[in-house]
């Protein structure tokens, strides 16, 4: 019983949040204002509160939250895309597999998503061109370059190759780290989406949880500097602090 009536509550929240990117866009038009594409963004913001309200997350940030740069975060889960889409809209690198996905590929698309296709090396240069291109026009690009989902409880070594994108722009590179915790459950079973689960059925799962906390811890930015190997080391150890000291 508890499993359908948590089908049908996710049901409901995506289709209301299906309906809503058509009144955005119709409320910018009537404002005039729809072709800034500003609306696309207050829809991500809306749709990433509503979400988090459906599935009982309570995201608490530290830190100063960047106007723009390269977001560097260590990853869980879908969760962490909508927690930071709350906290500071930006625009995502995620695997091609997402778009795939049925209803929650075209939100990635109507997001802005830049989808990087992981099976073949020679399809870096189109998505870091486009990362480099909003980078300069001093947009937040978020990557997590562990490349997959973890348990949380480290930091896999991360892929160096976005990390080019900031040298490029010369922007600065924001360390994050996102812990959750979720009282009475298994954080690592309930919460985390990892292990190569089914999407909607964890969904699903989750929507029983009563409560998860979502605490987001923003680093102070670092310089780009020319060389991104050596960034992405720098970076990926600022992440594992800042995870650190979450626990503490």
Same mark, same amino acid.
Request: with cysteine; net charge positive.
């Given at each position: 019983m508890q499993f359908l009536w948590n089908s049908l509550r996710l049901i409901f929240a995506l289709t209301v949040a299906f309906l809503a990117h058509p009144f955005f866009q119709l409320r910018a038009t009537l404002r005039g204002d729809a072709k800034n594409g500003a609306w696309q963004k207050e829809w991500l913001q809306w749709g990433s509160a509503w979400a988090l309200r459906i599935l009982h997350v309570k995201v608490e940030s530290r830190g100063q939250i960047p106007k723009g740069g390269l977001l560097v975060s260590n990853h869980q889960g879908y969760l962490d895309i909508l927690c930071l889409n709350v906290l500071c809209t930006s625009v995502f690198v995620a695997k091609a597999e997402i778009k795939s996905w049925p209803l929650f590929g075209l939100f990635s698309k109507w997001s802005g998503t830049i989808f990087l296709d992981r099976n073949h090396r020679t399809a870096v240069r189109g998505p870091l061109e486009r990362v480099v291109e909003l980078l300069r026009k001093g947009e937040r690009v978020v990557i997590f370059p562990e490349g997959t989902d973890s348990d949380g409880t480290s930091v896999l070594p991360f892929h160096?190759?976005?990390?080019?994108?900031?040298? &490029?722009?010369?922007?600065? %590179?924001?360390? @994050?780290?996102?812990?959750?915790? $979720?009282?009475?459950?298994?954080?690592?079973?309930?919460?985390?989406?990892?292990?190569?689960?089914?999407?909607?059925?964890?969904?699903?799962?989750?929507?029983?949880?009563?409560?998860?906390?979502?605490?987001?811890?923003?680093?102070?930015?670092?310089?780009?500097?020319?060389?991104?190997?050596?960034?992405?080391? &720098?970076?990926?150890?600022? %992440?594992?602090? @800042?995870?650190?000291?979450?626990? $503490?």
């Open positions: 160096s190759s976005f990390f080019e994108a900031a040298i &490029q722009a010369q922007c600065p %590179v924001v360390p @994050l780290a996102i812990r959750y915790s $979720a009282p009475g459950v298994s954080r690592d079973e309930e919460v985390i989406y990892w292990k190569d689960r089914r999407f909607i059925f964890h969904v699903i799962r989750l929507l029983g949880v009563k409560e998860v906390r979502a605490k987001v811890t923003f680093g102070q930015p670092i310089e780009a500097g020319v060389d991104r190997k050596m960034l992405s080391n &720098q970076v990926r150890e600022k %992440v594992l602090r @800042l995870l650190r000291a979450a626990d $503490a």
